[in-house]
C-alpha cells in the first residue's frame, strides 16, 4: 500500500500527496512543534510546515520506496532547526575574501556531513526495536526521556540507558567507517 502511495507521488498525482500530507502532517508538525516550542513563532513554524511538505513535492524523486515517513522527519528536523538557527542568528560582517574561502570549505563541509547523515540514518535504520523507536523519538521528534517512557510504557531510566547504550552503539560503527572521534 505504501509503495503504491510512493510511485503515485513519485509521478506528481496530486491525491498521493493530499493523502501523505493528510497521514504525515500531525508528525511533521509534532518535529517541528517540539524543536521551536517557546522559541519560534506559530506562523514561522506553520511556514515551515508547509516549506517541508513543498521540499516532498519538489523532490519526490529522492524518495525511496519504504523510507518515506524518515525522509519527511529528517526534512522536518532540519528545516526546523535552520529556522531556529536563523531567528538566533545575530548578523555578522566578513570581507570578500573570508567569504570566498568559507564557501570553499562549507561546500565541503555539507557534502561530509550529508554522507554521514546518510549512514547514520542507515545505522539507525538497522537498529533493532524498541532502540530504533527511542532514538527516533529523542533525536528525531525531540521528545524528553519521560515522554517517550510513557508513550512505550516503559521506565524512565531504562529509556535514558538506552539512549546512552544505544549512542555508543552509533559512535563505535560510524567509527569503524571513518566518521567520529
Not at 522536518?76 to 538566533?88: F, P
Not at 537498529?127 to 530504533?132: A, H, M, S
Request: overall charge negative.
Amino acid at each position: 500500500m505504501k509503495d503504491i502511495l510512493i510511485k503515485r507521488l513519485k509521478k506528481h498525482d496530486e491525491a498521493a500527496f493530499e493523502d501523505v500530507m493528510n497521514k504525515y502532517l500531525p508528525l511533521v508538525s509534532n518535529i517541528v512543534y517540539n524543536i521551536g516550542r517557546d522559541k519560534l513563532s506559530k506562523e514561522d513554524m506553520e511556514e515551515t510546515i508547509s516549506d517541508i511538505f513543498v521540499i516532498l513535492w519538489q523532490n519526490t524523486d529522492k524518495i525511496i520506496e519504504g523510507k518515506l515517513q524518515g525522509y519527511l522527519c529528517r526534512i522536518a528536523r532540519t528545516k526546523a532547526l535552520d529556522l531556529l538557527y536563523e531567528v538566533n542568528k545575530k548578523p555578522q560582517t566578513l570581507d570578500i575574501e573570508e567569504l570566498e574561502m568559507q564557501s570553499d570549505f562549507s561546500m565541503e563541509v555539507t557534502a561530509e556531513i550529508d554522507d554521514m547523515a546518510e549512514i547514520l540514518q542507515n545505522l539507525i535504520d538497522e537498529l533493532p526495536e524498541p532502540d530504533r523507536e527511542i532514538i527516533l523519538r529523542y533525536y528525531y521528534y525531540q521528545q524528553t526521556s519521560p515522554m517517550i517512557a510513557d508513550i512505550l510504557g516503559m521506565n524512565k531510566e531504562t529509556v535514558k540507558s538506552k539512549i546512552r547504550r544505544t549512542k555508543e552503539k552509533l559512535r563505535l560503527k560510524l567509527k569503524e567507517r571513518g566518521y567520529a572521534p
